[in-house]
């Protein structure tokens, strides 16, 4: 399949939340290319059937885990050539995080958004280096920020003159072992005029509650990406996997391939729906 920058165009025109609902949908690490390529296939096949706008995820390294022992995925220079097919053969735009400055140059050649890790967030060289590459920025809001401190992290990215910002949610720390989902967030993030997104499978992890790893529960995914959705988001994130059970990393709270065409066409439809209408306001 012949790639056409008409392909990837779209993601510089999210300048907000108004537009249609897309969604980032991909495996937590690269497993392989043989497995990268069944489930971008798969992925972009149900994107057609369904008119939904994609970007393809997956991690070329997952460097913030609890245990030596870890899944980490299959490295730089391996993830960058699947990228780049997947990029080509699909015509859908990639997105991955980076983790340190000396990778940005290098990732952003082969990749259309780049995404800072939410345990970095606060790291400002990282996310000036992301932004100086003039590709979309998605910043992941720690889970020990409260929303009011992510605007000063996106005007970090904007010093550099890149407008291309979004912000997104993916839960707070809640004691021990467990995520909280503070619905405000997503009224107050919209507020900073940036396009939001929901970072839903994330939000229902349970960090280090297996002892050497983190788990979760797909079950809760549903109910809060609608929540979400009914507040006007731009987009939503979320891992995905044709065997959880045998993901090398995040399987708890990744869902099933098998699941996923009826969550879409649900939160793809209730977007349209809550879009059509004003949210009326109470100041």
Not at 24 to 38: K, P, Y
Not at 192 to 197: A, D, I, K, S
Request: aromatic share 8%; with cysteine; glycine share 8%.
């Amino acid at each position: 399949m012949k790639t056409s920058n008409n392909a990837y165009s779209w993601i510089y025109d999210i300048k907000g939340n108004a537009g249609s609902l897309f969604f980032i949908l991909g495996m937590c690490a690269l497993e392989g290319e043989e497995i990268a390529l069944r489930h971008a296939d798969f992925l972009k096949k149900l994107s057609a059937k369904l008119g939904f706008r994609l970007i393809f995820k997956a991690a070329f390294d997952k460097a913030n885990r609890l245990s030596i022992t870890g899944g980490r995925g299959i490295g730089l220079e391996a993830s960058l050539a699947i990228f780049e097919k997947i990029r080509r053969e699909f015509e859908v735009p990639i997105i991955t995080d980076v983790h340190e400055t000396s990778q940005v140059g290098q990732v952003a050649q082969v990749v259309d958004v780049l995404q800072i890790p939410a345990m970095l967030c606060r790291q400002t060289d990282l996310v000036v280096a992301a932004a100086q590459t003039g590709k979309p920025v998605h910043l992941k809001k720690g889970q020990f920020l409260a929303p009011d401190n992510i605007p000063s992290i996106a005007k970090k990215a904007a010093a550099t003159g890149n407008d291309h910002i979004w912000l997104c949610e993916r839960g707070t720390t809640f004691g021990y072992h467990d995520l909280v989902v503070d619905y405000r967030n997503f009224a107050l993030m919209k507020e900073t005029g940036y396009p939001v997104v929901f970072d839903v499978t994330h939000s229902v992890q349970r960090p280090g509650a297996m002892g050497t790893s983190t788990g979760g529960d797909r079950r809760l995914v549903p109910p809060l990406a609608a929540s979400a959705v009914a507040q006007g988001i731009a987009g939503i994130f979320m891992e995905v996997h044709e065997h959880p059970e045998k993901a090398v990393s995040d399987g708890p709270n990744s869902i099933r391939l098998s699941d996923l065409e009826k969550l879409i066409g649900y939160l793809k439809s209730l977007d349209e729906w809550t879009k059509e209408r004003q949210l009326p306001a109470c100041p």
